[in-house]
Every structure is written in C-alpha cells, then in structure tokens.
C-alpha cells in the first residue's frame, strides 16, 4: 500500500504498474477478486460488488432491489430475525447494502479473526433468505413511514424532486428505493425471485482489503455462495437503456415551485440530465475539475458569490456525477423566503461568467491543486479506497487512472475547462426546482426569466 | 483474540523499546504511547510535549500516507458564553476563517486549497477544533497559517457582518427547520436546565443578531492563546523536524495571564440544574410521524460510571439486536421506525436520552408510560453476558475504524487530552469498557433508568404549543 501511495504522491507514471504492488487480483472459479492488503490493524472490509440494481426492479414494483438486500438478513430457512441480528452484531459487524439505478454492493467489515464466521453467515442469508411476510409488512410500514416524513426533511425532499424533474421520463427517475405506491406492491415471491436472479444470473466481483488471513474467505465464497461463473449478467456492459438524456435550451427556464407551508429557507437545485458522452475518455475527469470549480470547494465561484460575498447561504456545492448509463449536473444551495430572487440571479450571473471565460487561470490552476490533494486523502480508509475501486471498475475505467488521475488535471487547459463548462452549466439549458414556503412562489412569479410550474410534493413521495 | 496475533503484538513492542529513548530527555517531552499491542490493547505511536508558553502539543507518526491530519483544540465551548452572547463561540469558529494579519482577508482557504487540502472546524458545549487535512509537503505553510490566526485574528467588520447571516441561515438548516435538531436543543435545554449547557451552541437568534465585534474580540482575547490550546499532528511526520517547526511557529506566541480568571471552574454553575421532577412537554414541530426524546440526568466524561453507560447504551437501543430495537422497531406490528440509546457525557455533565420516531400512534404518554415501565423488567433481566460482551466488541471495532485515518487519530487523542488531561489514557479507557462488568451495567440501568426522574419531549405536526428555540 504505502508504496503505491509514495508513487502517486510524486505523480510520476512509472514504466512499471506501481499498483501490482498494492493490489492483487485473484479469480475463485470464475468469481473476480480484488485484495488490496493492509496488515496495520487486525480487521477486514469486504465490499462485493452485483452488476445490476435498481433497473433491474419489475415494472410497478420499484424499490424491490433495496427490499431483496435490506430484508435478506430478516429471517432464513435456519434463523429468525432475531437470530441473525444477534449473531451479526455480536461480530461487531457492520453491515449495509446500497443500490444504485445501475449495481448494487453488499458491504461487511470487523475483526478479521471473525471474517469467516461472518462471511458464512452473509452466504447462508443471500442463499437461504425466505422473506417471511411478518417481516417485509413490518418493513414496508417502515419505509413508508420514512418517506411520508420526508416532507419534514427539506434538503433531502428537495433532491428526490429534483432528480425526477431533470430525469422524467427515464428509468433513472425513480428512487432506487421507490415509492409510497410501488413497494406496496413488492411479494415475498418477488424478492425470492429476485434473490435467485442476484444469486445466479448477476455478475459479482469481490472486494477485500485487510492482512492476507482474511483471504480465508475464499472456499465460502466458492462453495457457499456459490457465486462464480460465465456469461453473468452486467448492467453497464449491455446498453439496453436508451434514455434520452439530449440537450434542449429554453428561452424561459422551467422553473419547478413546491410550496411546503410555513418553511423558513428555501431549497434551490438547478441542472439537468447529461448524455454519458460527457464523461466519456478525458471528460471524466475535466468534468470533476469544472464542476468543483464552480462549487466543489470552499473558495469555488458558488461559495464566494452566495456565501461570503453575499451572506446568502449556508452552502453551496455543484457537481456533475457520472454512472456508467446517464449523469447529470446538480447545483444546490438554500436560502432566506425573501432572498431567493438574489440568490437565483448569483447563480445565473456566476454560470454565466464561467461559460463566457470570465474566470481567471490562478483559480483554475489552484482548484487544480486542491482536487490533486484531496484525491490523495480519499485513499486513507480502507473502506472508501475499495469503493473508489467499485466505482471505476463500474465505469469500465482502468485502476491505472488513480494513478494518472493527477498528470491528468494537469494536464487541462483553461480552454476545455470553459468549453465543457460550456455544454454541463450553460444557463439556458438548466432546469431550476425551488422549495419553500408559497410566499416564496409570489416572488418568482414577478421574475420575467422564469416559466415557473409548480407541483404537488406529494406526488413524488 | 488469537494467540498468532498476540505474538505479533509482542514482536512489535520487543521492536519498539529498541528503537531509542532519547526522545524522553527532549525539552517539553510529557509522555507517550508506543505502537503495537501492549496489555491487550492496541496503541499508537504518540508522543506529548509541552511547550515553554504552556501549549500542548501532540505528535503522531503514520507513514502510510504522505498526507497528514491537524487538529487544533481550544478549551473554550458554549458553556463559557456569558448571557447575551450566546452562539459566540461557534459565531468567532467561523471568523478564524476570514483572515488574520499575515494571511489577510479571503486568504486561509485558498492557502489550504492551493496547497491541496481541506480546512473545517467544529464547535461544542465545551470545545472549539479546528483541522486541516493536507498533503505533508504543506506542513510548514500550515503551522504557519495556524500560528498567524491563534494570535493575530482580524475580525473584518463588513465580515463580521456578512458571517451573521451565514450562521442565521445554517442555523435554519441545522435546526429550525428540522424537527430532529428543533428537539434536541429543545431536550437539551430541559435537562441541562439552569445550567451553561443550557444555551443551544448555535446560540439564540437575538445573541447572533446583537453581539458586536468588540465582545466577540474580547472573547477571542480571553480564550484564544497557547497555553489554552492543544495542537495536534498525526501524519507522515518526522518526530524532531515537526517539533521543531512546531516551537518555531508557536513557542514565540504569548500565553494568556488571565486564562485561569476566564476559564472559571464552573462546577458551582453545574449545582444549580433545575431538572428535578418528571415532566413532559408535546410541541409542534413539521414531522409527519411523531418524534420523542426520553432524557435522563446522566454523569459527566471520564467517570468509572461513564463507560458504564456507554454500554448500556449500545445494550438498550440503537443495533437490531438490541433491547428497544427487538421489541418496537423489529416486532411484528412495529410502533416505532427506528430508535436509538445516547449516554452523552460532556466535561461537567451528562444525560442518558433516547430517542424514537414513532410510526403507529399508540399515543405520546402511552409510549412514554410503556417504555419507563419496561425499564423496570429491563433491568432486572434483559442483561446478560453476551449483551455486554456484544457492546465491547462493538467499541473495539469502532476504536480500529478511528485509527483508519489521520484525522481520526487526531480528533481522538486530542478529545482525550482536552478532558481528561493527558492522552494516553485512552489506554485505560479502553481497559476500562473491557472491564465493565454485567452487574455494573445492571446497577447503572436501575440507577439512572429506574429510579431516575425523566423528562420526555415530542415534536409532531399535530402537536400544538410552540417550541421556541
């Protein structure tokens, strides 16, 4: 590890791999690993990667990938719920699942003297998992409780708008974990036909950092799990998602209201979907350098026009985030009832100096600067260097990037930072979603820039 | 724990008492740990000095990166504020970022930016920190910056200004419009009523409004000096160099005189908490579902009882296995969608809370009435040796998640040092969690749960009387 990070520091890209050093790939029958060794402490992290999510969920039954995972460890053929709470946190384990619209990744970690007891454990409830129905209704009553309270939840209310605003009328607009409707119609049959689709038809890859006893793993892994083979099904090699994700410019930028009664601060998200083109070879990486620019950081053109120019936020941040299948650009701040008029002008005003080249080299240089360190200290957990793999790997991007990722912002000119702040951030292309209080919808209504349309937060819980 | 494992531990200790003692004769060395298992815990390699003007300096070597972790800790919290101040000490946390006199207006983040890094800070009842996180080969510049801004801060009035607003709006975000953060400065108001816990950190909306630059000046005069602040650097470091650019930088900075006037032993202002009686309070807030707190008056930081009530804590609620979690998150017809167990202990003080967001509405007093009286049997019965042992499993764990990174390691010696003196004790605290015993627990929970009055708080959008906060 330590070897590998000495060469990323100095940036220099080495005739040999400096990476073969820290990272070791293994096939187990057919089942890809991935072990990156760490003997510093005696604990473990193991993230295993599935080549679907929620896409894969049945049409009307949305969410049914996150229920599969989240009630897999609810009760099995051997144990009950109770059980296997028990037994999992007696390890200590921690233990989550996330699913993206793309893949999902089962994660664990503990003291590696209990890796085995546990990864027996992970196998049995993924094979045996029976979804006793006691369970998913009490489960579902759950998650339906958590979205109806999401109404008191401004900034997380305003991202799940915002989301089907800029990807309506494409798979990806639909939260992973779906909604009031459609996990009510998600069966014990379903999530078991789901579980045997994850377990024998779905592309798995598994990720394993810690000291090299942890590899004991592998004869679970293989014989329990069962996980190895050809041909297994992998969301973001098969295009069979056609989204269309094109550009349009407005001449009046749609404006979204919702109207949450009596709220204090309004939420402000603006952007849009973007083809995967734009992150495509070189644009991958210019786009995170153009979008932290303009609000990554605490001295990006956002943060000093709305906050410390201004007063007018607590924060501001923009980013444009690729998957493998579609991305998209967001842009997101909150502000005082009677300032948002100001605050939305900022942003235009600040899109619109970017895209025109109105900023200057010592600031991109020195963004430069900031993304080359931090792109270092993300690598010092275990944990979040496996899921920088899980991510690069999903976007078919070779490990050799970490390495290359510093030559490479270098390497940028001030050029194609505009032109690709150009075709993410131009003003007239965004799309702009505003919740808050009614007294707010007034004030938008008198601005002439604005077709403002406004809609019913209940209808996107 | 495995006899393989244990052997290594050994190996590494054998390594590191041959690898020199010269260190204990430097000037201002105070203490240290040593890398490797030594007594069945896992210690790092650490080292304390004090510096001639009294500030505490902590140095902590990882090579596994070329990056490195700053923490810098004032013992200055919202419990030193005086009425009509309240908030000023997170309102002064957010002016150490607007300038100094050698790094001037708008120059700390992009010093920090350009370098690589990243800077924040965070304030508490009892403690201000501040952190950079930065590539070593910006050591020197950031000791520098740290240096120029414990001595020489600006206060820019139209900052000073502009910063109010900022600090109204994240109290907004954080707080007001957000039932969880409405309920806990609301619980904790109650419980450490009449006391300096009181006051939200945030401060009241009129304090932030109406404290003026000077009082905020004199606020940083009074708390911001060296032989009030703990410096902490966990990295790529060498030992002798970095202590050396340390004394360089900060050795030559005057401590304060009148430091033991200002940090006033508050014990006296701790005796007047007006929680005494049970009593209950139903106030409006925007949750759908209803939300609850059920405090209890707990024990301050670093008391045998503490650790105690930590694992108790873990015990009642807040893992899927435990207490509260089986029996109204995880029950067939579930009352509750989640809940969890706090035994938050701070330098002068503590409480014991839950907290729950119910989604069956048996009704608020009913929950209430049933959760108090399930206490009873509780703690009686419900604890065990495996549910000890499940919550010291679990420390153990989280302790190995700290050291992952710089910052961790850092943010953890230095909590460590500023409450309870010295760092290296976190040794014996983690002795200590290993040690607590099932009767221990038993005690604690009849203690502070049974016999204890509460104080119980929901918010909910069908709630009528208003919460001021």
């Known amino acids: ?461 | 724990m495995s006899v393989k494992f244990l052997f290594f531990g050994l190996m590494i200790l054998g390594f590191t008492h041959c690898a020199g003692t010269s260190h204990h004769e430097e000037e201002g060395f105070v203490s240290e740990t040593r890398e490797g298992l030594h007594d069945g815990v896992y210690q790092i390699d650490a080292r304390k000095y004090q510096l001639k003007n009294g500030m505490t300096v902590i140095l902590s070597r990882n090579p596994k990166l070329p990056v490195f972790s700053i923490y810098t800790f004032y013992k200055v919290g919202s419990k030193n504020e005086n009425e009509g101040m309240t908030g000023a000490t997170h309102f002064l946390e957010h002016m150490m970022f607007k300038g100094a006199k050698k790094y001037g207006k708008g120059q700390f983040d992009k010093v920090i930016e350009k370098n690589g890094g990243y800077s924040n800070a965070y304030t508490n009842y009892d403690n201000t920190v501040y952190y950079e996180k930065m590539p070593i080969s910006a050591l020197e510049n950031i000791l520098d910056l740290e240096a120029d801004r414990m001595q020489n801060l600006l206060l820019e009035p139209i900052d000073f200004v502009n910063e109010k607003d900022v600090v109204l709006e994240e109290r907004k975000m954080r707080y007001e419009n957000s039932p969880r953060g409405q309920i806990y400065i609301g619980v904790m108001n109650k419980v450490f009523g009449g006391t300096p816990y009181e006051t939200p950190v945030i401060g009241k909306i009129k304090d932030i409004k109406t404290v003026s630059r000077n009082q905020v000046y004199q606020y940083f005069k009074d708390f911001y000096a060296p032989n009030n602040a703990t410096v902490v650097i966990v990295g790529d470091i060498d030992y002798d160099d970095t202590l050396s650019l340390v004394r360089e930088e900060f050795e030559g900075i005057p401590p304060s005189k009148n430091l033991t006037k200002n940090q006033k032993n508050l014990h006296e202002e701790f005796k007047k908490s007006n929680f005494k009686k049970n009593a209950t309070d139903h106030f409006f807030g925007k949750s759908e579902n209803p939300l609850f707190v059920l405090a209890f008056p707990g024990v301050r930081y670093g008391t045998e009882e503490g650790y105690v009530g930590d694992v108790l804590a873990g015990i009642v609620a807040g893992n899927r296995s435990s207490f509260l979690d089986q029996k109204y998150v995880h029950s067939a017809k579930p009352i509750l969608s989640s809940i969890s167990a706090s035994n938050y202990t701070l330098q002068y003080d503590g409480t014991f809370f839950i907290t729950g967001e119910m989604i069956h509405n048996i009704g608020l007093n009913t929950m209430r009435d049933k959760m108090i009286n399930d206490f009873k049997s509780f703690c009686k019965n419900g604890i065990d040796e495996r549910s000890v042992q499940k919550v010291k499993n679990q420390y153990l764990i989280q302790f190995y998640n700290e050291l992952q990174t710089n910052g961790g390691i850092a943010n953890y010696l230095g909590t460590i040092e500023n409450y309870l003196g010295d760092f290296t004790k976190y040794v014996d605290e983690i002795k200590k969690y290993q040690a607590v015993k099932v009767n221990q627990v038993k005690d604690f929970c009849e203690e502070y749960l049974v016999k204890n009055n509460h104080y119980f708080m929901s918010v909910w959008n069908k709630n009528k009387k208003a919460l001021k906060i």
């Open chain 1, 1 to 461: 590890m330590k070897i590998l990070f000495y060469l990323l520091c100095v940036f220099s890209i080495n005739a040999f791999s400096a990476l073969d050093y820290g990272i070791v790939n293994y096939d187990w029958d057919g089942l890809d690993v991935v072990w990156v060794e760490d003997n510093k402490f005696p604990t473990y992290d193991i993230i295993v990667y599935f080549g679907e999510g929620a896409l894969g969920d049945e049409k009307k039954r949305e969410g049914q990938t996150s229920f599969m995972f989240d009630l897999m460890s609810h009760g099995t053929d051997k144990y009950s719920q109770a059980q296997l709470a028990d037994k999992l946190d007696f390890f200590g384990t921690s233990f989550g699942s996330e699913v993206t619209h793309e893949y999902s990744i089962l994660s664990y970690s503990g003291l590696s003297k209990d890796v085995l007891p546990v990864t027996e454990l992970l196998c049995h409830t993924m094979r045996n998992a029976t979804y006793p129905q006691k369970e998913l209704d009490s489960y579902r009553s759950k998650v339906k409780g958590s979205l109806k309270n999401l109404v008191a939840n401004h900034g997380s209310l305003a991202n799940r708008i915002f989301r089907r605003v800029t990807l309506d009328g494409t798979p990806f607009s639909t939260e992973t974990a779906g909604n009031l409707s459609s996990i009510d119609n998600i069966t014990r049959e379903s999530l078991l036909g789901m579980k045997d689709y994850f377990n024998n038809r779905v592309y798995k890859k598994v990720f394993i950092t810690g000291p090299s006893d942890v590899l004991k793993v592998k004869d679970l892994f293989i014989k329990n799990c069962r996980w190895g083979g050809k041909d297994l099904y992998r969301r973001n090699k098969i295009a069979n998602v056609k989204a269309d994700l094109s550009k349009k410019t407005y001449e009046k930028i749609p404006l979204y209201f919702a109207s949450v009664k009596g709220a204090n601060q309004a939420q402000i998200r603006v952007g849009n979907a973007l083809p995967t083109d734009f992150f495509k070879g070189d644009s991958y990486n210019l786009s995170q350098l153009t979008s932290t620019l303009l609000g990554g950081s605490f001295t990006s053109l956002l943060m000093q026009e709305l906050r410390v120019k201004r007063g007018l936020t607590y924060g501001a941040y923009s980013a444009a985030a690729p998957q493998a299948l579609y991305g998209r650009s967001v842009l997101s701040t909150s502000t005082r009832n009677d300032s948002v008029l100001e605050a939305l002008y900022t942003i235009r005003d600040t899109l619109q100096s970017l895209t025109e080249g109105k900023v200057d080299s010592e600031k991109i240089e020195g963004t430069k600067q900031y993304l080359k360190g931090n792109h270092l200290l993300q690598f010092e957990s275990n944990y979040s260097f496996l899921a920088n793999l899980v991510t690069l790997d999903h976007l078919g991007i070779d490990y050799s990037e970490i390495k290359k990722f510093p030559a490479k912002i270098d390497s940028y000119s001030r050029e194609q930072v505009i032109q690709l702040a150009k075709n993410i951030f131009n003003w007239s292309s965004q799309l702009v979603f505003v919740l808050g209080d009614n007294s707010v919808k007034e004030k938008l209504l008198k601005s002439n820039i604005f077709d403002v349309r406004e809609i019913n937060v209940t209808n996107y819980l």
